[in-house]
């Protein structure tokens, strides 16, 4: 199983801030490196695919990078309705697996 | 826009099997562009992907191999959904269980039901 791995667990940040999180695959996804966003009491939403790719309707505050095993997630300007969790997800081979997840809290 | 709604029992005793459907709106089943997915949610486990169902001219399924003696997902095409069944469930099967679609032009998981709580006890 390719196992991914966020780093931080979590973090505290103020509105209009720069927020990256980071994904590592314990192996080379290419670019199948997805980003999820999850606010408490909901389902994960979509935010990024493809490593690079915005999904529709997302702003454009959020961007990733990567391929290999690193990955970011970068908000440019953090806005009050982002302090949520976010997760990677690799979608190279199965089981499919997720992040252990960033926890992006108010300063 | 495409929809899945779940239903199902919210309370499981051990031993017991958890059964889940989700229905599909705005999308096939039988499409050769997606797959549907189970994926549960717990504070010791995390996000975990649990299997999926496709059709590709033939129907395939694939299973998390942490659940692969326990599970099955069939998709049901009169209906136009797809369930879950998990036997022999434990309270460490507690967890929020979701229905999910990947499209095949994403490679991501787009589309996610509301979620269901299942708690597993006596």
């Known amino acids: 199983d390719i196992q991914m791995t966020q780093s931080p667990s979590s973090l505290s940040a103020s509105v209009g801030d720069r927020v990256t999180i980071t994904c590592r695959a314990s192996?080379?996804?290419?670019?199948?490196l997805n980003w999820y966003q999850q606010e408490p009491g909901k389902a994960p939403k979509l935010l990024i695919y493809g490593a690079t790719s915005l999904q529709s309707g997302v702003p454009s505050r959020f961007s990733g990078s990567g391929s290999g095993t690193d990955f970011t997630l970068t908000i440019s300007s953090l806005q009050p309705e982002d302090f949520a969790t976010y997760y990677c997800?690799?979608?190279?081979?199965?089981?499919?697996?997720f992040g252990g997840g960033t926890k992006v809290e108010i300063k | 826009q495409v929809q899945l709604q779940q239903s199902g029992p919210g309370l499981v005793k051990p031993s017991q099997t958890l059964s889940l459907t989700c229905a599909i709106s705005g999308d096939s089943v039988s499409s050769n562009s997606a797959t549907w997915n189970w994926i549960r949610q717990s504070p010791s486990r995390g996000l975990e992907w649990l299997g999926r169902?496709?059709?590709?001219?033939?129907?395939?399924?694939d299973y998390a191999v942490s659940v692969k003696s326990r599970i099955t997902i069939n998709p049901d095409t009169s209906k136009n959904q797809f369930s879950l069944q998990l036997n022999s469930v434990s309270p460490e099967d507690t967890a929020v269980y979701f229905c999910t679609r990947v499209s095949s032009r994403l490679g991501a998981f787009d589309i996610w039901g509301q979620g269901t709580m299942v708690p597993v006890s006596s």
């Open positions: 997800q690799q979608s190279y081979s199965t089981p499919l697996t």
């Open positions: 192996q080379s996804i290419s670019s199948y």
């Open positions: 169902t496709y059709s590709r001219s033939k129907w395939y399924t």
